[in-house]
């Protein structure tokens, strides 16, 4: 069914439960490595192999993390707590059990604010956080020898064990009302704001297209009006923040068809297609009571003090949020153009920039339109041209003293983003200097007299504004390198309009 039509009777409820990859050095209960990359089980040991005798020891770090994550969520954390066994089956977790935490979570009861921008302004709404709690993650299988890599049609599978037990963060919202049409918008800005959150205290790179972060949407809808809310359905590991939005969307639009065609929306898992944008159904969704939890008796208790938990909270950064209040009044942005910076991923670069020196205004100006543009041509993010925010304030300064114009500017973050090496290295190079000094600007404004007898004429007989013509000319005889102010005041000079 269309969105609108859906809207317009039935009323969106969401839910978001994100798992974080934390950036530890070591994995969650044991000493293993973490780094991404190395050969197939060479980062294992008896502990993340559940070798019989093993024991798990909790990873300091790891807590830590959780509990400033818990402390930026304004989130209560708990003074006592203990990790659960969940049990299931899967072949790529080998102890047939995750050691997750269950109805005693490290980080309760906290909120995050998101902005959502609308036709009539930004608008605001308080995402409420049931939970953070702390888990490890599965390793990985794959499926060799049939065409699609899933397990159907395959000949054999095999299974890598590096990523078993290196800690995850799971992150669960309370039940989202309120949001009407604005729901899938509500859904991505909640999961960059927390991206961004996370980004900000340095415990993951959180990268969503590598898996670094991952978002499962739950979805329900009700007629309008309704006393209670519907069954929903919960679409798992979405990887990328347009497609949390798409996954909103679609789902709703799914669920109304089968509301209005009097059929029931099954509690399921889906799981969502990076092409169509649609999701197709999973498994029917277990309800805890089938997980079996129990307290892991292998484990004592994590018991931060008061003392710790004061301590890491000194240790929190300027939050997001702060920062760009902050940097909206530092620089006085409009509402739009703070939004601008904000959707561009483009604050920390642009602060990065003006911290080497560059003015906010011409800073924001070349990372969101030239650098944007080509980190959209590449398909990479913002942050992961080959261009730093010092490289792009030598740019500044150098179009700012005359050297360059704004056209040789964009030539010049061309070669830096080519490796041709530093700005000024490009300069010298591909020669892009302005050509401003009055010798060599002296003989390409006197071909350009010659070459337009007319527009010279003119501006002999009073026409000023026929010099254009004439500094045209010079700029196209200098590939676009004379200082156009310049050739022009030769040109008025020589031909006795000055
Ligand atoms: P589970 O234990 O099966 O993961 P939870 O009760 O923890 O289920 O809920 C998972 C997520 O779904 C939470 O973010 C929760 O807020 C959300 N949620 C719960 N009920 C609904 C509903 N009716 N519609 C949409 N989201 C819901
Ligand atoms: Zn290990
Ligand atoms: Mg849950």
Same mark, same amino acid.
């Given at each position: 069914?269309?969105?609108e039509?859906?809207?317009?009777?039935?009323?969106?409820v969401?839910?978001l439960?994100?798992?974080?990859?934390?950036?530890t050095?070591s994995?969650?209960?044991c000493?293993?490595?973490?780094?991404f990359?190395?050969?197939?089980?060479?980062?294992?040991?008896?502990?993340?192999?559940?070798?019989?005798g093993?024991?798990?020891?909790v990873n300091?770090?790891?807590v830590?993390?959780?509990?400033?994550?818990g402390?930026?969520?304004n989130?209560?954390?708990?003074?006592?707590g203990?990790?659960?066994?969940?049990?299931?089956f899967?072949?790529?977790m080998?102890?047939?059990?995750?050691?997750?935490?269950?109805?005693?979570?490290?980080?309760?009861?906290?909120?995050?604010?998101?902005?959502?921008?609308?036709?009539?302004?930004?608008?605001?709404?308080?995402?409420?956080?049931?939970?953070?709690?702390m888990?490890?993650d599965?390793?990985?299988?794959?499926?060799?020898g049939?065409?699609?890599?899933?397990?159907?049609?395959?000949?054999?599978?095999?299974?890598?064990?590096?990523?078993?037990?290196?800690?995850l963060?799971?992150?669960v919202?309370?039940?989202?009302?309120?949001t009407g049409?604005?729901?899938?918008?509500v859904?991505r800005?909640?999961?960059?704001?927390?991206?961004?959150?996370?980004?900000?205290?340095g415990?993951?790179?959180v990268?969503m297209?590598e898996?670094s972060?991952?978002c499962?949407?739950?979805?329900s809808?009700?007629?309008?009006?309704?006393?209670?809310?519907g069954?929903?359905?919960?679409?798992?590991?979405v990887n990328s923040?347009?497609?949390?939005?798409?996954?909103v969307r679609s789902?709703?639009?799914?669920?109304?068809g089968v509301l209005?065609?009097?059929?029931?929306?099954?509690?399921?898992?889906?799981?969502?297609q990076e092409?169509?944008?649609?999701?197709?159904?999973?498994?029917s969704?277990?309800?805890?009571q089938?997980?079996r939890?129990?307290?892991d008796?292998?484990l004592?208790p994590?018991?931060?003090s008061?003392?710790?938990?004061?301590?890491?909270?000194?240790?929190?950064?300027?939050?997001?949020?702060?920062?760009?209040a902050r940097?909206?009044?530092?620089?006085?942005?409009t509402?739009t153009?703070l939004?601008?910076?904000?959707?561009a991923?483009?604050?920390?670069?642009?602060?990065a920039?003006?911290?080497?020196?560059?003015p906010?205004?011409?800073?924001?100006?070349?990372w969101?339109?030239?650098?944007?543009?080509?980190?959209?041509?590449?398909?990479?993010?913002?942050?992961?041209?080959?261009?730093?925010?010092?490289q792009?304030?030598?740019?500044i300064a150098?179009?700012a003293e005359?050297?360059?114009t704004?056209?040789?500017?964009?030539q010049v973050v061309e070669?830096v983003?080519?490796?041709?090496?530093?700005p000024?290295?490009?300069?010298?190079?591909?020669?892009?200097k302005v *050509?401003?000094?009055? /010798? $060599? @600007?002296?003989a390409a =404004?006197?071909e &350009?007299?010659?070459?337009?007898? %007319? #527009?010279?004429d003119?501006?002999r007989?009073g026409? *000023?504004a026929?010099? /254009? $013509? @004439?500094?045209?000319? =010079?700029?196209? &005889?200098?590939?676009?390198?004379? %200082? #156009?102010?310049?050739?022009?005041?030769?040109?008025?000079?020589?031909?006795?309009?000055?």
């Amino acid at each position: 069914m269309a969105y609108e039509q859906a809207l317009a009777r039935y009323e969106p409820v969401l839910g978001l439960e994100t798992h974080i990859e934390l950036g530890t050095a070591s994995k969650m209960f044991c000493s293993c490595p973490t780094a991404f990359g190395a050969a197939p089980n060479t980062q294992v040991c008896p502990v993340c192999l559940a070798l019989p005798g093993s024991l798990p020891v909790v990873n300091e770090k790891a807590v830590e993390g959780a509990i400033r994550l818990g402390l930026a969520l304004n989130c209560s954390i708990a003074p006592w707590g203990r990790f659960a066994r969940k049990n299931y089956f899967y072949p790529d977790m080998p102890k047939n059990y995750q050691i997750s935490q269950y109805d005693e979570p490290i980080c309760v009861d906290g909120h995050l604010d998101v902005t959502v921008d609308t036709p009539d302004g930004p608008r605001v709404f308080r995402v409420d956080i049931e939970r953070v709690h702390m888990e490890e993650d599965t390793g990985k299988t794959s499926h060799v020898g049939g065409a699609t890599g899933r397990i159907h049609g395959a000949d054999y599978s095999i299974v890598d064990y590096n990523r078993a037990g290196i800690p995850l963060l799971e992150i669960v919202t309370r039940p989202v009302t309120g949001t009407g049409d604005l729901a899938p918008l509500v859904a991505r800005a909640y999961a960059a704001e927390l991206r961004d959150l996370v980004r900000s205290l340095g415990i993951s790179d959180v990268r969503m297209e590598e898996g670094s972060m991952r978002c499962d949407v739950n979805v329900s809808i009700n007629p309008r009006g309704a006393s209670e809310w519907g069954t929903r359905s919960e679409t798992k590991n979405v990887n990328s923040l347009r497609s949390v939005e798409r996954a909103v969307r679609s789902e709703i639009e799914r669920q109304a068809g089968v509301l209005d065609a009097g059929q029931k929306v099954v509690q399921e898992t889906r799981h969502f297609q990076e092409n169509t944008g649609r999701s197709i159904s999973g498994r029917s969704k277990e309800e805890a009571q089938d997980y079996r939890y129990f307290p892991d008796p292998d484990l004592v208790p994590v018991a931060p003090s008061e003392e710790w938990v004061e301590e890491l909270r000194a240790t929190l950064p300027e939050l997001p949020a702060a920062k760009r209040a902050r940097i909206r009044a530092e620089w006085d942005l409009t509402d739009t153009e703070l939004r601008d910076l904000v959707n561009a991923d483009a604050i920390d670069l642009v602060a990065a920039t003006v911290a080497e020196g560059a003015p906010s205004a011409e800073a924001r100006k070349l990372w969101l339109n030239e650098l944007s543009r080509r980190a959209t041509e590449q398909e990479v993010e913002l942050a992961a041209l080959p261009i730093t925010p010092a490289q792009v304030a030598r740019v500044i300064a150098l179009v700012a003293e005359g050297t360059l114009t704004n056209k040789l500017a964009r030539q010049v973050v061309e070669g830096v983003l080519a490796g041709e090496g530093e700005p000024d290295a490009v300069v010298e190079a591909r020669g892009l200097k302005v *050509v401003s000094d009055d /010798g $060599a @600007l002296g003989a390409a =404004v006197d071909e &350009a007299i010659a070459a337009n007898p %007319d #527009a010279a004429d003119k501006v002999r007989g009073g026409k *000023v504004a026929a010099a /254009g $013509a @004439l500094v045209g000319a =010079v700029m196209k &005889a200098t590939r676009g390198q004379a %200082d #156009a102010g310049r050739a022009r005041e030769l040109i008025l000079a020589k031909l006795g309009a000055s």
